[in-house]
Each structure stands twice: as structure tokens, then as C-alpha cells.
């Protein structure tokens, strides 16, 4: 108790400064993967990407965020063990943030994929089995989330399949597909809005105090979506066909329908990004909070302070301004192979599955959602040619980060230890 | 694993788009197949010289881009057709422009005359076989097409349509290639015997453009199989 006295305002600091670097790591690195299939088949420039990422991260981050940071806040570690010891949690949660920021910084500088929630669910079993005890992980919950690392690609994938399967009956594989794009085009915007916003305001908003019934929940997804539908109908229809390039590829007018509604998918994806990977920042931050303001209590009942949310949604935006354009500038606006038709499928499909982790508490890696997307509309025979070495490497980085994540993190622990106490 | 997001480097070039454009260099060197025999026939040497020469610079070129294409086919890609069914296709379409080759280096170096009552029947199976390779890359100019639709449905069904007009057309020049065959061996006793074989292999060439063709055709069956 006397330590969290003495130096409560110094880890404090330290908290922040740690999770902001983290949050501005995410969003200088991890959004271009989000915003990847939205810039890559063309239907958004990088500096559009960059203003809807600014927006709806910040929004997801906010509105939806809450869950998973009280997973990595206080779902991982059991605080029984540390009842009396309140500081050993808040030197992991440090270790952990400094752990996790800077592998991230060294694979980033290094090209090497990595997850930032492998690094910071890593970095936190890695501390906690170090320096409290085996025991004091709940190793239930690290089974729940393992098992969402491996059904949440699988579930993208099964979407988008999907998805693309609706798509080429009722557009595609049509008489007349770019009316039939056009018809149903508002109805799949609806489907952007209508998901997002059932999956984020089922049962309210908890930390704005937003209470709402099921039935409520669902009027409310109805109404936003037919609100953003309403504008999708208005951008489709001004969509034109383009006699030229429809005699080079028949599809092309078809396609064209879909640029529009990709702005939307552009949306949720950043939504959904910001919803999951903003508690890898702050999770540990609130952690660190909780235990300083309330003078050594481990539990941490209380409520998640919003200034920690808005702190966090802050620091994503300002890595993505600051760095993320850089990245996103490499990823190339004309990824042929990714038509619009595509790139929408395998965007919702990956939003969806990360908001509905989101909802569950569940912290997941966007970009391997995202890789499962893909492949499934690869399944479904839409794509060209797809590299599956990068699975490969998806697990390599699997196999490395979750040790160094660890490893690094319960150095830092015990570095904390020594000069604190 | 290049600097660029890890996502976007699951995207390669698209086998597809290299069948299309090796099959518009394939092409270009066999549309240069009637004038160059148009030239054998007017009997004037340099415009034969210099269409041999553009039928060997396309045939070339199309090997730089089988290459490429070959280069690019790791067996790591997940592809929406059989990767040695595209290899089939692409060796295919390169048999094309090599008899192109074959045809126009033999003529070079053993010029020829041809014979007074085979003229008209010979620049008839030529100009028709040609034909037939303008069939089937129309066919494979659908592939871009065939893979919006997943390979079914509609689109599917119209290439295998255009497949059976392929099929037509190349038995049509298997009777005018049987026929022009039969002129030649009515006259072999006032030829040359070394020519008359040598005008056989000929005939038999330009019949295997038209079969080089349809079989690339029906490959595509395979693909759009349902």
C-alpha cells in the first residue's frame, strides 16, 4: 500500500505515457492493415482512408471499446494472489506496456508482421506467470481467447464466403447485373450499418451510462441503418455506366456500383479496428489507474474512466496521421486483382467478426481477420492468385511474439520491482 | 515479407491477366500468317523477309512472357483454377505462335513455289485457321469475366457456347486441310518429292495452329465445368 502512496503519481505517468505510445503505435502501424482492402481495390484514396480511419477509429474506440479493455484490464490476471501486494500488478501492467510498445517498434522498423494483441495478451501472461505465479492467470479466459484467435479468421472467412456467394446470385449471375447492382446495393449498405450498429448498442452503451432492451437495440440498428442506407441509395445513383470500359470487362459498370459502398465497409472496418485494438493501449493503462486512484484496491470495480477511452482514441489517430499515411502510401491504390465487389466482402466480413468480438470482450487480431476474409473470398473462387505463404508467416509471428511479448515483459517487471520495491 | 502491410501482400498478379495478354502476343504473330503467304504466293521475297522477321519478334516476345508468367506461379498460390491447368493453357497458346514459327523459318530457308492449283485452297485453310485462333482468344479474353462469376453461372455457359463454335469451326478446317492434302498427292509426279513432303509438313502445320486453338478451348470446358 505505503509504495502505491509514495509513487502513485509516478507509475500514473508513466501509465499514460506507456499507453499513448502504445495506442500511437497501433494507429501509425495496424490501421493500414485495416484500411488495406479498402484502399487496394481502389475505391478510396490514402488521404480519404486517413480521414475516415481518423473519424471511426476514434468513434469504435470510444463507443465500442469498453469491453475488451476490461478483459485486458482485469479478465486475464486473478487479483486474489496480489490482495495484499497492489504494486506487483501495476509494475506488470507497465512491463507489459512497455514490452509490447517497443517489440512493436522493432518489428515495425523491420517490416516483420506483428499483432499488437498477441504482443499485449503475450506481454501479460508473460509478467503475471514471472512474477506472481502460474496460477494467478486465469487460464480459462487465456483459452477462451486463444480459441477466438483461431475461430475468429475461420468465422471472417465464412462470412465473406458468403457474402460473395449472395452476390453473384442476385447481382452478378443476373440478366441485368448493374440494375440488379443498383437495386440491391442499399440493401448491402444497409447491412454495414444495421450489423455495426446492433453489434455495438446491443443492450447500451455500459460506461455512457446508455441503457437499452433488446428490442430497443434492434429498433435502433434498424433505424441507423436505413439512415445509411438512405445515403448509399443517393451516391449509387449517381453511378453511371461506362460503355468504354464495359466492352474491355463486362463487369466494369457493375463494379463501379460498388465503389460507393465500399466507403461504407472503409467505415466500419475502422469502427471495428478501433473498437478491439485501442484496449492493447489503454487496457493496461486502466489497470494502472484503478489501483493508483483508488489507493491499492486490486479489484477494480470501478467503472472505466472516460478520459482513459478518450486518451486512447487520441493516440491512434495521432500515429495514424503522424505515421500510418507513410505505411498506407506503400500499400499501393490499384490492387487490380482486388475489384470492389471483393474488397466490400472481405471488409464487412472482417468488421463484423471484430465488432462482434468486440461485443464479447474478446481481443483479436485484425489483420489475421482480415487474411481469413480474404481467403474466403478466395474460396469462393474471387480472386485471382492469393500467396497463402502468408499464413505462414502469420504463424511465425505467432510463435515469436507470444514468448517476446512475455519474455520482455517479465524483464521489465522485475527491472520495476528492483527500483520501486 | 515485404515492408507494405502483411495483407496486401497475400494479392499476386493474377495468372489470368498473363494468359490474356500472352494470348494477344500469340496473336499478333499468327495474324501475320496469311500476308506472309499471301507474300510467298506474289512471289515477292523482301515483304516475306520482313513478315518472317515480325513472326519471329512475336514469337519471342511471347516466350518472355511465358517465362514471366511460369516465374510467377509458386506453388504457394490459391488460385480459382488448377495451376497445371493454366500451364496446359499457356503451353498451348505458345505451340501456337512456335508452328507460326516453325511454318514461316521452314518457308525461309527452303523457299518454295506454290503450286498453281493448290494457291487458291491453300490461302482458304490458312485465312480459316486463323480464324479459329481468333476464336479461342476471344474465349480466353472472357477469363477476366469467368473469374468475376466464380466460373459459373451465365458467363460460364456463354464461353462453353463459344467453345462449341470453336469446335465447328476447327472441323472445317480439318476438312480443308484433308482436301488441300489430296490436291497435293494428285500432283506429286510432277513435283519434287522432297517438296511434296515438305508442302505435307506445311499443310499439317497450319492445321495444328487451328488444333493448338481448340484445344485451349476445351481446356476452358475443364474450367467452367459444373
Same mark, same amino acid.
Given at each position: 500500500?505505503?509504495?502505491?502512496?509514495?509513487?502513485?503519481?509516478?507509475?500514473?505517468?508513466?501509465?499514460?505515457?506507456?499507453?499513448?505510445?502504445m495506442?500511437?503505435?497501433?494507429?501509425?502501424?495496424?490501421?493500414a492493415n485495416?484500411?488495406?482492402?479498402?484502399?487496394?481495390?481502389?475505391?478510396?484514396?490514402?488521404?480519404?482512408?486517413?480521414?475516415?480511419?481518423?473519424?471511426?477509429?476514434?468513434?469504435?474506440?470510444?463507443?465500442?471499446?469498453?469491453?475488451?479493455?476490461?478483459?485486458?484490464?482485469?479478465?486475464?490476471?486473478?487479483?486474489?494472489?496480489?490482495?495484499?501486494?497492489?504494486?506487483?500488478?501495476?509494475?506488470?501492467?507497465?512491463?507489459?506496456?512497455?514490452?509490447?510498445g517497443?517489440?512493436?517498434?522493432?518489428?515495425?522498423?523491420?517490416?516483420?508482421?506483428?499483432?499488437?494483441?498477441?504482443?499485449?495478451?503475450?506481454?501479460?501472461?508473460?509478467?503475471t506467470?514471472?512474477g506472481?505465479?502460474?496460477?494467478?492467470?486465469?487460464?480459462?479466459?487465456?483459452?477462451?481467447?486463444?480459441?477466438?484467435?483461431?475461430?475468429?479468421?475461420?468465422?471472417?472467412?465464412?462470412?465473406?464466403?458468403?457474402?460473395?456467394?449472395?452476390?453473384?446470385?442476385?447481382?452478378?449471375?443476373?440478366?441485368?447485373?448493374?440494375?440488379?447492382?443498383?437495386?440491391?446495393?442499399?440493401?448491402?449498405?444497409?447491412?454495414?450499418?444495421?450489423?455495426?450498429?446492433?453489434?455495438?448498442?446491443?443492450?447500451g452503451?455500459?460506461?455512457?451510462?446508455?441503457?437499452?432492451?433488446?428490442?430497443?437495440?434492434?429498433?435502433?440498428?434498424?433505424?441507423?441503418?436505413?439512415?445509411?442506407?438512405?445515403?448509399g441509395?443517393?451516391?449509387?445513383?449517381?453511378?453511371?455506366?461506362?460503355?468504354?470500359?464495359?466492352?474491355?470487362f463486362?463487369?466494369?459498370?457493375?463494379?463501379?456500383?460498388?465503389?460507393?459502398?465500399?466507403?461504407?465497409?472503409?467505415?466500419?472496418?475502422?469502427?471495428?479496428?478501433?473498437?478491439?485494438?485501442?484496449?492493447n493501449?489503454?487496457?493496461?493503462?486502466?489497470?494502472?489507474?484503478?489501483?493508483?486512484?483508488?489507493?491499492?484496491?486490486?479489484?477494480q470495480?470501478?467503472?472505466?474512466?472516460?478520459w482513459?477511452?478518450?486518451?486512447?482514441?487520441?493516440g491512434?489517430?495521432?500515429?495514424?496521421?503522424?505515421?500510418?499515411?507513410?505505411?498506407?502510401?506503400?500499400?499501393?491504390?490499384?490492387?487490380?486483382?482486388?475489384?470492389?465487389?471483393?474488397?466490400?466482402c472481405?471488409?464487412?466480413a472482417?468488421?463484423?467478426?471484430?465488432?462482434?468480438?468486440?461485443?464479447?470482450?474478446?481481443?483479436?487480431?485484425?489483420?489475421?481477420?482480415?487474411?481469413?476474409?480474404?481467403?474466403?473470398?478466395?474460396?469462393?473462387?474471387?480472386?485471382?492468385?492469393?500467396?497463402?505463404?502468408?499464413?505462414?508467416?502469420?504463424?511465425?509471428?505467432?510463435?515469436?511474439?507470444?514468448?517476446?511479448?512475455?519474455?520482455l515483459?517479465?524483464?521489465?517487471?522485475?527491472?520495476?520491482?528492483?527500483?520501486?520495491? | 515479407?515485404?515492408?507494405?502491410?502483411?495483407?496486401?501482400?497475400?494479392?499476386?498478379?493474377?495468372?489470368?491477366?498473363?494468359?490474356?495478354?500472352?494470348?494477344?502476343?500469340?496473336?499478333?504473330?499468327?495474324?501475320?500468317?496469311?500476308?506472309?503467304?499471301?507474300?510467298?504466293?506474289?512471289?515477292?521475297?523482301?515483304?516475306?523477309?520482313?513478315?518472317?522477321?515480325?513472326?519471329?519478334?512475336?514469337?519471342?516476345?511471347?516466350?518472355?512472357?511465358?517465362?514471366?508468367?511460369?516465374?510467377?506461379?509458386?506453388?504457394?498460390?490459391?488460385?480459382?483454377?488448377?495451376?497445371?491447368d493454366?500451364?496446359?493453357?499457356?503451353?498451348?497458346?505458345?505451340?501456337?505462335?512456335?508452328?507460326?514459327?516453325?511454318?514461316?523459318?521452314?518457308?525461309?530457308?527452303?523457299?518454295?513455289?506454290?503450286?498453281?492449283?493448290?494457291?487458291?485452297?491453300?490461302?482458304?485453310?490458312?485465312?480459316?485457321?486463323?480464324?479459329?485462333? #481468333?476464336?479461342?482468344?476471344k =474465349?480466353?479474353? @472472357?477469363? /477476366? +469475366? %469467368?473469374?468475376e462469376?466464380?466460373? $459459373?453461372?451465365?458467363? !460460364?455457359?456463354?464461353?462453353?457456347?463459344m467453345? #462449341?463454335?470453336?469446335?465447328? =469451326?476447327?472441323? @472445317?478446317? /480439318? +476438312? %480443308?486441310?484433308?482436301?488441300?492434302? $489430296?490436291?497435293?498427292? !494428285?500432283?506429286?509426279?510432277?513435283?519434287?518429292?522432297?517438296?511434296?513432303?515438305?508442302?505435307?509438313?506445311?499443310?499439317?502445320?497450319?492445321?495444328?495452329?487451328?488444333?493448338?486453338?481448340?484445344?485451349?478451348?476445351?481446356?476452358?470446358?475443364?474450367?467452367?465445368?459444373?
Open positions: 500500500m505505503d509504495i502505491i502512496t509514495v509513487y502513485g503519481t509516478a507509475f500514473l505517468v508513466m501509465a499514460i505515457i506507456f499507453g499513448t505510445y495506442c500511437w503505435g497501433i494507429g501509425a502501424n495496424d490501421v485495416a484500411m488495406g482492402t479498402s484502399v487496394g481495390s481502389g475505391a478510396i484514396t490514402v488521404m480519404q482512408a486517413i480521414i475516415i480511419a481518423a473519424i471511426f477509429e476514434f468513434a469504435g474506440a470510444f463507443l465500442a471499446g469498453g469491453h475488451v479493455t476490461a478483459t485486458i484490464r482485469k479478465g486475464i490476471i486473478d487479483p486474489t494472489p496480489i490482495m495484499n501486494n497492489p504494486e506487483l500488478l501495476v509494475y506488470g501492467m507497465l512491463a507489459a506496456l512497455l514490452a509490447a517497443i517489440w512493436l517498434m522493432i518489428a515495425s522498423s523491420r517490416g516483420w508482421p506483428v499483432s499488437t494483441t498477441h504482443s499485449i495478451v503475450g506481454a501479460i501472461v508473460g509478467f506467470m514471472a506472481i505465479g502460474v496460477d494467478a492467470v486465469q487460464w480459462g479466459k487465456i483459452t477462451q481467447i486463444v480459441a477466438s484467435w483461431v475461430v475468429s479468421p475461420v468465422l471472417g472467412g465464412t462470412i465473406a464466403f458468403l457474402l460473395m456467394i449472395s452476390i453473384r446470385k442476385l447481382i452478378l449471375n443476373t440478366d441485368k447485373p448493374f440494375l440488379n447492382a443498383k437495386k440491391w446495393g442499399p440493401a448491402y449498405v444497409f447491412l454495414v450499418g444495421f450489423i455495426i450498429s446492433l453489434v455495438t448498442m446491443f443492450k452503451l455500459k460506461h455512457l451510462k446508455l441503457e437499452l432492451s433488446v428490442g430497443m437495440s434492434f429498433v435502433l440498428a434498424v433505424v441507423v441503418g436505413l439512415i445509411i442506407a438512405a445515403i441509395w443517393a451516391l449509387i445513383n449517381k453511378v453511371k455506366v461506362d460503355e468504354t470500359a464495359d466492352r474491355d463486362h463487369f466494369a459498370s457493375v463494379e463501379k456500383v460498388f465503389t460507393p459502398m465500399m466507403l461504407f465497409t472503409a467505415c466500419a472496418m475502422a469502427f471495428a479496428h478501433g473498437s478491439n485494438d485501442v484496449a493501449g489503454i487496457g493496461p493503462l486502466a489497470a494502472v489507474v484503478s489501483i493508483v486512484q483508488t489507493g491499492g484496491e486490486v479489484a470495480k470501478a467503472a472505466l474512466p472516460i482513459v477511452l478518450l486518451l486512447g482514441g487520441a491512434i489517430v495521432v500515429g495514424l496521421a503522424t505515421m500510418g499515411y507513410r505505411v498506407m502510401k506503400t500499400i499501393g491504390t490499384k490492387i487490380t486483382e482486388l475489384t470492389p465487389s471483393r474488397g466490400y472481405a471488409t464487412l472482417a468488421a463484423t467478426t471484430v465488432v462482434l468480438a468486440s461485443r464479447t470482450g474478446l481481443p483479436v487480431s485484425t489483420t489475421h481477420i482480415a487474411v481469413g476474409a480474404v481467403i474466403g473470398v478466395g474460396l469462393a473462387r474471387g480472386v485471382g492468385a492469393i500467396d497463402l505463404r502468408v499464413i505462414g508467416s502469420i504463424v511465425l509471428s505467432w510463435i515469436v511474439t507470444l514468448p517476446i511479448g512475455g519474455v515483459a517479465a524483464l521489465f517487471f522485475f527491472t520495476f520491482k528492483g527500483i520501486f520495491g | 515479407m515485404s515492408k507494405s502491410s502483411t495483407l496486401m501482400s497475400m494479392f499476386r498478379r493474377s495468372p489470368l491477366k498473363s494468359l490474356q495478354e500472352h494470348m494477344r502476343v500469340v496473336m499478333e504473330c499468327v495474324r501475320e500468317v496469311p500476308p506472309l503467304f499471301d507474300a510467298l504466293i506474289d512471289g515477292d521475297k523482301e515483304k516475306f523477309a520482313s513478315i518472317k522477321d515480325k513472326i519471329f519478334q512475336h514469337e519471342a516476345a511471347a516466350d518472355k512472357i511465358k517465362n514471366e508468367m511460369r516465374a510467377g506461379l509458386p506453388k504457394s498460390l490459391f488460385m480459382p483454377v488448377d495451376r497445371r493454366l500451364l496446359e493453357i499457356l503451353q498451348l497458346q505458345d505451340s501456337i505462335a512456335d508452328t507460326a514459327q516453325d511454318i514461316a523459318g521452314l518457308l525461309m530457308e527452303r523457299p518454295m513455289e506454290v503450286p498453281e492449283t493448290l494457291k487458291e485452297p491453300m490461302v482458304k485453310l490458312v485465312r480459316r485457321c486463323v480464324d479459329v485462333c #481468333d476464336q479461342s482468344s =474465349i480466353i479474353e @472472357e477469363l /477476366d +469475366e %469467368l473469374l462469376m466464380g466460373f $459459373r453461372g451465365r458467363e !460460364a455457359s456463354q464461353v462453353e457456347e467453345v #462449341d463454335v470453336l469446335n465447328r =469451326i476447327e472441323d @472445317e478446317t /480439318d +476438312e %480443308l486441310g484433308i482436301d488441300l492434302t $489430296r490436291r497435293l498427292f !494428285a500432283q506429286e509426279e510432277d513435283m519434287n518429292p522432297v517438296s511434296v513432303i515438305m508442302w505435307y509438313r506445311l499443310i499439317q502445320w497450319i492445321g495444328d495452329l487451328a488444333d493448338y486453338a481448340e484445344k485451349v478451348g476445351d481446356r476452358l470446358r475443364l474450367l467452367t465445368a459444373q
